[in-house]
């Protein structure tokens, strides 16, 4: 049961980064820590059709590449630490910021998908 009320236009990127839903900007976006809920609680969007695919992963993999490279580079550079530091610090910095990052970036990118009506086939009605 859908509600079809105006909500206005939420920003894609407040919504998603928050993990709320697309349409309304209150109800959660995800069941678990990244399955998608089927509908929203708020307003009953059908959040089903919602797919992310790869997309959040490669943007993470291109994020924390920029970021971590130069930091890893710039404490060998200044500090030259045993290679054990550099084994110890960067595999747990970019774990922790891939899975900090993996959710709130797959709920900016079905909120993008949402706002865009973008889907693989051009057929798929969000509302």
């Given amino acids: 049961m ?11 990127f407040a919504t998603g980064l928050a993990c709320r839903c697309p349409r309304c900007g209150k109800g959660k976006l995800f069941d678990g820590f990244l ?13 089903e059709k919602a797919d992310s695919g790869d997309g959040p992963a490669v943007f993470i993999i291109f994020i924390l590449g920029a970021l971590v490279v130069p930091m890893a580079l710039l404490l060998e550079a200044r500090a030259e630490p045993p290679m054990w530091v550099h084994m110890a610090i960067w595999p747990a910095v970019i774990l922790g910021g891939s899975v900090g990052l993996l959710r709130p970036l797959k709920g900016l990118m079905i909120a993008l998908q949402f706002k865009h009506k973008a889907s693989d086939s051009g057929s798929v009605d969000y509302d």
């Fill in 2 to 12: 859908a509600d079809h009320r105006d909500y206005g236009s939420p920003s894609p």
């Fill in 35 to 47: 399955s998608v809920a089927k509908i929203c609680s708020v307003c009953g969007a059908d959040l």
